[in-house]
């Protein structure tokens, strides 16, 4: 902004720094949210360090993004958790998906969080520092079992080695490297990250017959408007959209 108008922006009224927003704003067609929110923060830091209280900068509109997240099909779940050789990798691919879990959340899993009695873990301030329950599946059960008898891991359920050596838990480049890995091998065509396993899980559950109120409470979400996402993508009870032309030929094939 000091290059752009050569001087202070201190020394901007608040109309030249509206116009310079909306200037970047018509520069670049897809300007990011963090771009402005940080100029706009800059100045209102610089303005307070000035004394300046009289100046008073207002975030402008931005409209969020409409793109529904990709989601895998049950097929494809299945193809993409059976890939990969160890159980370890496996597990971890399996608690994204059949437990929903954020990345963050998984990585910060110790073995007392796994409730095997109760059939629950314990999910340790998530998003926004609350706890939850979330169910495990017998499958999954079954499987961190076996997983615990042969690593006997004693504090994170997941660990890993530093350079050193050292036993430390287990890196979120760890988790992504998995499912780039996984990816290329499965043979999955889809973009894949951690989130997309959340959103599956999400989706599936819709289509299954949850609940959206327990679908929040399950994911974790603060309020209901997040979820309701997720009816967008789901291919729930109702007649699903169909192609006209298939029924106005049935048997015949038009396109040869």
Excluded at 74 to 93: D, G, M, S, V
Excluded at 218 to 226: A, M
Aim: proline content about 4%; glycine content about 6%; charged content about 25%.
């Amino acid at each position: 902004m000091a290059l752009h108008f050569d001087c202070c922006p201190s020394e901007l009224d608040t109309e030249q720094v509206l116009d310079y927003l909306q200037y970047c704003k018509n520069q670049h067609k897809t300007p990011s949210d963090s771009f402005f929110k940080h100029t706009v923060y800059g100045l209102r830091a610089l303005y307070k360090l000035k004394g300046m209280k009289d100046k008073h900068i207002i975030l402008p509109h931005l409209e969020g993004s409409k793109k529904l997240p990709v989601v895998l099909s049950q097929c494809e779940i299945k193809t993409f958790i059976n890939t990969p050789k160890l159980l370890k990798h496996r597990l971890i691919l399996s608690l994204l998906y059949d437990c929903g879990l954020r990345r963050f959340e998984l990585l910060n899993l110790q073995v007392s969080d796994v409730d095997f009695d109760r059939k629950m873990i314990h999910i340790r301030q998530g998003k926004g520092r609350k706890d939850r329950y979330v169910p495990l599946g017998k499958l999954l059960a079954k499987g961190l079992q076996r997983y615990l008898q042969t690593e006997d891991p004693s504090e994170w359920l997941f660990t890993g080695n530093d350079r050193s050596g050292k036993t430390v838990p287990f890196s979120k480049g760890g988790v992504q490297w998995i499912i780039r890995q996984t990816r290329k091998q499965s043979g999955v065509n889809k973009q894949v990250t951690a989130h997309t396993l959340r959103h599956s899980y999400a989706t599936h559950l819709l289509e299954m017959g949850l609940d959206i109120v327990s679908l929040k409470e399950v994911l974790g979400h603060s309020c209901i408007e997040t979820t309701m996402m997720y009816l967008h993508i789901s291919r729930l009870g109702r007649q699903q959209a169909f192609s006209p032309m298939d029924r106005i030929y049935q048997y015949d094939v038009p396109l040869k």
